[in-house]
């Protein structure tokens, strides 16, 4: 909070989005893959349920 003013939240983009999905199907958890995004677990939850970012998890399969 900068002179008591709060600053907005960042906003995963698409390709965090395709980080996002990387970092899962490696078996990390959703909430250290937000802690490291400085985001609420409920915005890698909304990757994870294709509520966001639609075409991502395709993505980040085809890179491995």
Same mark, same amino acid.
């Given at each position: 909070?900068?002179? *008591?003013?709060? &600053?907005?939240?960042?906003?995963?983009? !698409? $390709?965090?989005?395709?980080?996002?999905?990387?970092?899962? =199907?490696? *078996?990390?958890? &959703?909430?250290?893959?937000?802690?490291? !995004? $400085?985001?609420?677990?409920?915005?890698?939850?909304?990757? =994870?349920?294709?509520?966001?970012?639609?075409?991502?998890?395709?993505?980040?399969?085809?890179?491995?």
């Amino acid at each position: 909070m900068k002179d *008591g003013i709060r &600053q907005p939240s960042y906003c995963l983009t !698409f $390709d965090d989005a395709v980080e996002v999905w990387r970092r899962k =199907i490696n *078996g990390e958890f &959703q909430n250290r893959i937000a802690a490291d !995004f $400085d985001v609420n677990p409920g915005r890698v939850n909304e990757i =994870i349920k294709h509520k966001k970012h639609v075409g991502s998890e395709e993505i980040a399969r085809a890179s491995f």
